[in-house]
Every structure is written in C-alpha cells, then in structure tokens.
C-alpha cells in the first residue's frame, strides 16, 4: 500500500505561483516514478508531469512545459511541483501517484491521496 497526502493549494491570481508538495509513506518510495496529474470540473483527470524514480529524468505535458517544474526528496519521501506563471486554466484539483509509462504516456497507479485544489483567477 501506498498513502499519499498533497497539500500546498490555494488561490492566486493568473500568473503567480504556487508549490504543490505530496508527502508518501508505505511501499518503497524511491522505487517508483511519480506523477503529478490533474482534474478540472467537468474534465477527466490528465497528466501533468512526472519524474524517474531517481530524479534524473523528468517529462511534462505540452500545456505546463517550461512553467511547472517537477522535483522529489526521495530522503524525505516527498515529491514536489513548483508552478509558476500560472493561468486560469490550471484550476484543477492536483493529484500525485506513483507512476508508469508505456513508451507513449504516463499512467497512474491505482493509488490516490485526497488531491489538493488549485484555483488561478484571471
């Protein structure tokens, strides 16, 4: 099993920023690659950036690139997503879990913390 709990969210104004931290406990931390994925209302939920279970290698969605950087502590058994410049389009509810990728996309294990809500008003 694997617990994880986010939490860093909040409102701010389009182009501002935010730190999203996800604490895990359970499993071996370090031996997966993370996510960080989002939902919106109304929307499924997407991927929006991850990183290799050493930190050396990281990927992002298209709409956040050059915007979110994502990061971990594997000491700390945390991982982070720094968000910056952000529009009101990120308003999403922010979701961590380990991760896997296909060779085409990211997909989440099925294990899921309670999420934390971002909200960017313009």
């Known amino acids: 099993q694997v617990q994880l709990v986010e939490s860093g969210g909040g409102l701010v104004q389009a182009g501002g920023s935010l730190r999203l931290s996800c604490a895990a406990s359970?499993?071996?931390?370090?031996?997966?690659?993370m996510g960080w994925f989002r939902q919106a209302p109304g929307k499924e939920r997407e991927f929006v950036a991850a990183i290799s279970w050493s930190g050396g290698s990281t990927y992002y969605a298209d709409s956040v690139k050059g915007r979110f950087t994502i990061s971990r502590d594997n000491a700390k058994n945390t991982v982070y997503l720094q968000m910056n410049s952000l529009k009101p389009e990120d308003t999403a509810v922010y979701y961590c879990a380990p991760a896997t990728n296909d060779g085409s996309s990211w997909t989440p294990y099925d294990y899921w913390g309670q999420g934390t809500q971002v909200t960017v008003s313009s």
């Open positions: 359970g499993r071996t931390f370090s031996s997966y690659a």
